[in-house]
């Protein structure tokens, strides 16, 4: 049930992504931009959407099997890049780069970034930003220990920090760890990225995609002030 009464206790929101996910950018820019907007506190949930997808029963290619919902997503994406203000660029071959390479490698070294002592939920900002650009915006890749070590010095991270990331990431706790974030997500009901969860007075509301934040708003009992709030209350 929504609560339509401003919170005197933060909310507590989880953020499930992976960064293979264009809408998943979307969500985590908007929400990072409104951490200190709205009375929240914001989780990031790396997890793996062929996981999702898999135990969802969703097939992945189903927007290439439907050509013209493949065109609609493509220059939906690029509206969604102005509007929000994200640098959004599909790469030379998205079915390549999602499917094929896909993200497993990417997520369980974003994982192991969180996991590290001296990482947490700054460090996994800034590496996942970075992997992202990397994807959607440079069309490199993301898959390979090199390419994951390039974004992670882009994201400030020492070269001590990310070979210690590195080994850490092929062990089988940080697997777990990433199987278990997935597994949580679909036991709230995710069948693709981003999967924003509220925790508002003792309930749980799932929202998914990028486009419920008006809505989620609502639901916490604050202003939705537009995707670059700064900017927008600026001139109100």
Not at 2 to 30: A, K, T
Not at 126 to 143: A, F, G, M, Y
Not at 157 to 170: F, K, Q
Request: hydrophobic letters at 40%.
């Amino acid at each position: 049930i929504c609560s339509f009464n401003l919170q005197l206790i933060r909310n507590f929101i989880e953020l499930f992504y992976d960064v293979v996910s264009p809408y998943s950018w979307l969500g985590f820019e908007v929400m990072c931009r409104y951490r200190n907007v709205w009375n929240i506190d914001l989780k990031l949930r790396p997890a793996f959407l062929g996981g999702i997808m898999k135990g969802a029963g969703n097939s992945p290619k189903s927007p290439g099997l439907v050509p013209n919902k493949f065109l609609y997503m493509t220059k939906d994406l690029n509206r969604l890049a102005q509007y929000f203000n994200v640098p959004i660029q599909p790469p030379s071959d998205p079915f390549e780069a999602m499917f094929d390479k896909g993200s497993l490698a990417a997520m369980r070294f974003v994982t192991a970034v969180q996991e590290r002592e001296t990482g947490g939920d700054e460090q996994v900002e800034c590496v996942s930003r970075e992997l992202w650009r990397r994807i959607w915006s440079q069309d490199k890749d993301i898959t390979k220990p090199e390419s994951l070590t390039e974004a992670a010095l882009k994201a400030g991270l020492s070269n001590r920090d990310i070979e210690e990331a590195l080994a850490l990431a092929t062990s089988d706790k940080i697997k777990e760890k990433l199987k278990k974030a997935t597994e949580e997500a679909l036991g709230h009901g995710s069948f693709g990225f981003p999967v924003i969860l509220c925790h508002v007075n003792g309930g749980k509301e799932m929202f998914f995609g990028s486009d419920r934040f008006e809505l989620m708003a609502h639901c916490i009992g604050e202003k939705w002030l537009g995707p670059q709030p700064k900017e927008v209350s600026a001139n109100l």
